[in-house]
């Protein structure tokens, strides 16, 4: 599969709470990382989503948003993966951070230069990557 997105988890549904409108899954990698998705209940029926079937999950890099050092606040994004900047790659206005992830997954956030350099990012920096549920793309094999 060739898809622009940097971010595609593969792994199983391993929850699905469902609703008369809209539907929360989570997708769940080898290595146990947890992705939370919205769909609409269409979606669910349409894809065939089920516990235990093989599903991706697909994020783009520019709705990732990364929080440094100690967190002053709680959010409201379902998906808030603790990890490690793993790769910095600068361009003339954004950089693209590669956070690795405990389960072996890695995330790709696309931020400006500006807000890496405010936060302080380099290789080893211990960072959240947070994402609304709603951003998050479910696809199953053909």
């Given at each position: 599969?060739?898809?622009?997105?940097?971010?595609?988890?593969?792994?199983?549904?391993?929850?699905?709470?469902?609703?008369?409108?809209?539907?929360?899954?989570?997708?769940?990698?080898?290595?146990?990382?947890?992705?939370?998705?919205?769909?609409?209940?269409?979606?669910?029926?349409?894809l065939?989503?089920?516990?235990?079937?093989?599903?991706?999950?697909?994020?783009?890099?520019?709705w990732?948003?990364?929080?440094?050092?100690?967190?002053?606040?709680?959010?409201?994004?379902?998906?808030?993966?603790?990890?490690?900047?793993?790769?910095?790659?600068?361009?003339?206005?954004?950089?693209?951070?590669?956070?690795?992830?405990?389960?072996?997954?890695?995330?790709?956030?696309?931020?400006?230069?500006?807000?890496?350099?405010?936060?302080?990012?380099?290789?080893?920096?211990?960072?959240?990557?947070?994402?609304?549920?709603?951003?998050?793309?479910?696809?199953?094999?053909?």
């Amino acid at each position: 599969m060739a898809i622009s997105a940097r971010n595609v988890f593969k792994g199983k549904v391993t929850e699905l709470k469902e609703g008369p409108i809209n539907a929360e899954v989570e997708i769940t990698t080898a290595g146990g990382d947890k992705i939370v998705a919205m769909l609409t209940e269409a979606s669910v029926k349409s894809l065939g989503l089920d516990l235990g079937k093989d599903a991706v999950a697909v994020v783009k890099s520019p709705w990732v948003t990364l929080l440094a050092g100690a967190p002053e606040y709680r959010f409201s994004a379902r998906n808030q993966l603790a990890g490690t900047v793993s790769n910095l790659l600068k361009g003339g206005v954004n950089c693209q951070v590669t956070v690795s992830l405990p389960g072996g997954s890695s995330v790709s956030a696309m931020i400006t230069n500006a807000a890496a350099t405010d936060l302080a990012l380099a290789e080893g920096t211990p960072v959240v990557a947070l994402f609304k549920a709603s951003h998050v793309l479910v696809g199953v094999p053909a």
